[in-house]
Structures are given as C-alpha cells and as structure tokens.
C-alpha cells in the first residue's frame, strides 16, 4: 500500500486511474517518452520498474531494488533513460546485466550494490562524469569494464566487497578522482 501512495505522489496526475477512498491510484501507461522533475522513485518489483518504460529524463534520483515476489531482473524499461540528475541506486536485484542502460548518458551518482549475480558493468560506457560511484558487494563481478567512458569522478570511487574482482581495467580512462577506496577485493591482481 505505501508503495501505491509514493508512486502516486511521483507520477503526474494524467498518468493516474481508479483512485478513491477505499481504491488506491494505479499507475497506468506505459507513457511513451516522458519526463519526471523533482521525483525519487522507488521500486521493488519488476512490475514496478515495468511501469518506467519510455521514461528518457528524470530530474532526481531512480533506486532499484527487489523483493522476492517479483524480483527485478529485467532493466529494459529503462532502456530509453538518458539522464538521472541525481544517484542512480542498483541494490539487491537478481540482475546479471545492466546492458539497457545503454542510453544512459549523464547522472550525478551511481550506486551498484548487492546484486549476486551481476557478471558486468557493460550498458554504461555512455556516461562521462559522475560525483561518486559505488561498486559493492557484487559476488560475481569479475571486472569494471563497462564503464570505459568515465572520465572523471569528482568525489570518490568506492570499491568493496566484490570477491571476483580481478581487473580496474574500465576504469583506465579516469583522468580525474578525488579518492579511491578499495576494500575487501581479494581477487583483485592490480591497479592499473
């Protein structure tokens, strides 16, 4: 029911149906190429990100996670994003890939943490610059690559807990990086 409520609060009023008293507001769509200003979206399921699709910019921040009922594992609604103003949270998904972010051009900063089964960064070489990025905890992430096209992180780099990590090699273009945080990656081989 909160989820209903929050989402309700985020969508604009034309993408809203069935609301009353005693029947919550559903979300119905998908609405193609569209637009959120000032939003933070929260999804917990499949079905919830499902309702995304056709969203190309979204000025705030976009937090992915799972629930065991209907798990994320798909991220091609999100195929059209180009822009998040704020963090983009990847967290606790049964994804492998995050291939359809290959739009995905500009966000201030990322968050992939706690997804077992994420093999690759592949699906964000398009983006440039970012603020921080996070990389944590992901079980089967054997390297970075994927991330080719960052250039600069003006905050931090924060890599922890990714047991399979063997290689920085995506990250060979940073020219820029205030810190660089690695902890807790026993497979890693180097630094270059």
Known sequence: MLRHLFLVAVFPAFLLAGCSDDDPCEIVGPVPEWNLTGAE???????????????TDLEGSLYV???????????????????????LTIRGTNLSSLASLGNL????????????????????GGIAELDFLDVESNESLTSLD???????????????????????????????CA??????????????
Not at 105 to 124: I, Q, T
Not at 146 to 175: C, E, F, K, P
Not at 179 to 192: F, H, K, R, V
């Open 105 to 124: 051009e500009r966000l201030s900063a990322l968050h992939v943490y706690a997804n077992p089964p994420l093999e690759s960064l592949e699906g964000l």
């Open 41 to 55: 979206i929260l999804t917990y399921t499949q079905s919830d990100l499902d309702q995304l699709a056709g969203l």
């Open 146 to 176: 994927g991330l080719d096209g960052l250039q600069a992180v003006a905050g931090s780099i924060h890599l922890q807990n990714n047991d399979q990590l063997r290689t920085l090699d995506g990250l060979a273009g940073v020219r820029e």
């Open 179 to 192: 810190s660089l945080w690695i902890e807790n990656c026993p497979q890693l081989e180097s630094l270059a």
């Open 65 to 87: 996670s799972s629930s065991s009922e209907d798990p994320v594992v798909d991220l091609s609604p999100l195929a059209s994003l180009r822009t998040v103003s704020g963090q």
